[in-house]
């Protein structure tokens, strides 16, 4: 078959059940895939393809015993942050570009236990501080719908494979975006589930009380499948909750859009620098679920304006913490010739971080120090208690709340926004990590230049069935996702 990268999860997982295909026919062209067309993508930084094979080997001898699972040899992306046993694990900098993790991620190690083939591991921005996925020391990802644009970040690696469709689904992190800012831009459906559903144990560790890992893929239905896999509770993470998990797939009609309010906060469309086309087509498909039975209620989001300046002072305050365990003596990047440990310490973190990361470092520690603690860090933690309460007081009187992902459609490579720039273009999406919130993006659309536009869902806590139905229902009624990049169509 030539066009198995054209199927859905489910059609993938009915495929290999009634032996269409073998899960090595499967894995061999994508494989082939990446190798034809990921060098102009360049979404991945390892490709695996013999531990590839052998798992789909290994997969296709347990369908054959009858013990296989949904998707026993159904073949998976991973972020680049996750650790992989045996494989490299970068982060996407240099400072691990030689480090082979002796354990794999809680994620990943239920992947292998859902029977699912690793193709490799895909590109991020720097220990995910971005919104591009060029600050990865592997160089820029490019979005597959316009190759001299950028296919948004921190996940752009997970993102792209998937809209150049070089695999079926990937696995990405969201600390303040990166799961819905790049599945926005690529236009992809993709889900960050709430603070503590999804294990953090072996995600290299950004912002903790922030990052949380995500399905990213072509619909909520995949996303779904991808979910069943990624989500529960870990005992090896102190943060992960102990609750049941849904079964997301059994799920997907279970919310209907008939009845269903939306809440509209009006701070969010009067945003500085939101796109026309975005505004437009965010709006029609506020419209079109409109028109499916849901009512919109417009609400107040006062904490808006608070939303950046909260969220660049937390998430660079604990990722300077989480950062000091590359000191170059543990592991990691270790500079030339040493005079003393201070040089050590000193060259190893200068030579193996890249600027945006050092710029966080600075902000972070600067933020953590004696005299400005209170000013800073205690000052702003006050300041996301409000933004949780102000969404809190929303679901009162809604049952999700929409907004654009992203205030604009996707930069061109190159764009040298300043830091301060790129920083408020994630004003949509890191309230919702302040707060703790899942969220999902889906596409609407594409603007004038054939970029893709997302919607966001935003709702309460444990309600990532919600979400995913919600946008299941659309995605049935509309077609937007089904639309593939041109390169996406190229066969190998
Ligand atoms: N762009 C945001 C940042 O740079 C979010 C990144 C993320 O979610 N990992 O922090």
């Given at each position: ?69 949904v998707l026993t040899g159904v073949p998976v992306a991973h972020k ?23 354990y794999d991620a809680t994620v990943v190690a239920k992947g292998k ?286 049952d999700v709340i929409a907004a654009p992902s992203a205030p604009t ?84």
């Amino acid at each position: 078959m030539t066009d198995l990268h054209r199927l859905s999860i489910r059609e993938l997982s009915e495929g290999l059940a009634g032996s269409k295909f073998s899960s090595r026919e499967l894995t061999e062209h994508y494989l082939k895939r990446i190798e034809k067309i990921d060098a102009q993508v360049q979404s991945y930084v390892t490709v695996t393809p013999e531990q590839a094979l052998a798992q789909a080997d290994a997969a296709d001898a347990l369908r054959k015993s009858g013990m296989a699972n949904v998707l026993t040899g159904v073949p998976v992306a991973h972020k680049d942050i996750f650790c992989t046993q045996g494989i490299k694990t970068t982060a996407g900098s240099k400072m691990l570009d030689n480090f082979i993790s002796p354990y794999d991620a809680t994620v990943v190690a239920k992947g292998k236990v859902a029977g699912l083939v690793t193709l490799g591991k895909v590109n991020m921005d720097e220990f995910a501080m971005g919104s591009t996925s060029e600050s990865s020391y592997f160089g820029a990802t490019k979005n597959p719908w316009a190759l001299d644009h950028v296919p948004g970040g921190s996940s752009g690696g997970s993102a792209a494979a998937v809209a150049a469709d070089l695999a079926p689904f990937a696995t990405g992190t969201d600390t303040g975006g990166s799961i819905r800012q790049p599945a926005s831009f690529c236009g992809l459906t993709g889900l960050k589930p709430t603070y503590g559903r999804v294990s953090r144990f072996g995600m290299i560790a950004y912002a903790s009380s922030l990052d949380q890992g995500g399905p990213m893929a072509r619909s909520a239905e995949d996303c779904a499948y991808l979910m069943n896999v990624m989500a529960g509770h870990d005992a090896k993470d102190s943060t992960s909750m102990d609750q049941d998990v849904d079964d997301y797939v059994a799920n997907l009609n279970g919310t209907s859009v008939k009845g269903l309010r939306i809440g509209i906060p009006k701070q969010y469309f009067n945003v500085a620098g939101l796109d026309a086309d975005v505004k437009a087509r965010v709006e029609e498909s506020l419209k079109k679920l409109e028109e499916m039975g849901a009512t919109l209620v417009e609400i107040d989001l006062n904490m808006t304006d608070a939303y950046v300046p909260t969220y660049y002072l937390i998430a660079p305050a604990e990722a300077s913490s989480n950062l000091q365990r590359f000191d170059g003596v543990r592991y990691g990047y270790r500079c030339e010739n040493p005079v003393d440990l201070t040089d050590l310490y000193k060259r190893s973190r200068s030579e193996g971080f890249g600027p945006e990361v050092q710029r966080r470092i600075l902000i972070g520690t600067y933020a953590l120090s004696a005299g400005y603690y209170d000013a800073y860090y205690v000052k702003a933690q006050k300041v996301r208690r409000l933004i949780q309460q102000d969404f809190l007081k929303a679901f009162e009187s809604v049952d999700v709340i929409a907004a654009p992902s992203a205030p604009t459609t996707a930069y061109k490579i190159g764009a040298n926004l300043t830091p301060v720039e790129m920083y408020l273009g994630d004003i949509y999406t890191i309230a919702v990590n302040l707060a703790g919130l899942p969220a999902i993006n889906a596409p609407v659309g594409f603007d004038k230049d054939n970029l893709p536009v997302g919607l966001q869902l935003i709702g309460n806590y444990w309600s990532e069935s919600q979400l995913l139905s919600v946008v299941h229902q659309y995605q049935q009624a509309t077609d937007w996702h089904t639309k593939r990049a041109a390169i996406a169509e190229e066969n190998a």
